[in-house]
Antibody, heavy 120, light 106 residues
């Protein structure tokens, strides 16, 4: 069973940056892709991008290009998502999720979510 | 970007009844479509992928169908635990996009 454990809630001011972490297991890091999806309060789901932890390759949704960076630390099986120049409409729950590269990008498992609140 | 449209926004049904949820894409998906269930305060859960394949642990009362731009999730006999939000997602091209969701309520 895939397990993804995310970092805790954050409160940030507009213009600041936030880093959310997602701890996975060894086999996730070697075989899967980790994606980041966010959900604003009462809203739907928005895909932000993905990282292939084994190689560090990243792909970002155009909406977030230039503002987001996805990285990983293979020694502790943890992926990170940094979002910069935060705005109030970045307030959302941020999820990490995984997809198996033998299938299309269906999100097999999800982290518990991290609430990021952007407020002055 | 492929736009995903779900209908209805809210579906009111009684336990034991059948529920039919629709998802329409702005262009052909070649069945590269998934359905997720989300309950309040929880992360989404994958139910169906490739339009009609049940994910591990998905009960067989859930079924997916459709092709090209029109897809359907059917819950044959609603159980109390099925009252939730349901989202469709396309994986045909980037960016991956989701529908706005259908709330299934009692």
């Amino acid at each position: 069973q895939v397990q993804l454990v995310q970092s805790g809630a954050e409160v940030k001011k507009p213009g600041a940056s936030v880093v959310v972490s997602c701890k996975a297991s060894a086999y996730i890091f070697s075989d899967y892709y980790i994606h980041w999806v966010r959900q604003a309060p009462g809203q739907g789901l928005e895909w932000m991008g993905r990282i292939r932890p084994g190689r560090g390759d990243t792909n970002y949704a155009e909406t977030f290009e230039g503002r987001v960076t996805m990285t990983r630390d293979t020694s502790i099986y943890t992926a990170y998502m940094e979002l910069r120049r935060l705005r109030s409409d970045d307030t959302a729950v941020y999820y990490c999720s995984v997809h198996n590269p033998t299938l299309r990008e269906y999100f097999l498992q999800w982290g518990q979510g991290t609430l990021v609140t952007v407020s002055s | 970007e492929i736009v995903m449209m779900q209908s209805p926004d809210t579906l009111s049904v009684s336990p034991g009844e059948r529920a039919t949820l629709s998802c329409r894409a702005s262009q052909s998906l070649s069945s590269h479509l998934a359905w997720y269930q989300q309950k309040p305060g929880q992360a989404p859960r994958l139910l169906i992928y490739d339009a009609s394949t049940r994910a591990t642990d998905t009960p067989d009362r859930f079924s997916g169908s459709g092709s090209v731009t029109e897809y359907t999730l059917t819950i044959s006999s609603l159980q109390s635990e099925d009252f939730a939000l349901y989202y469709c997602q396309q994986t045909h091209i980037w960016p991956l996009t989701f529908g706005g969701g259908t709330k299934v309520e009692i």
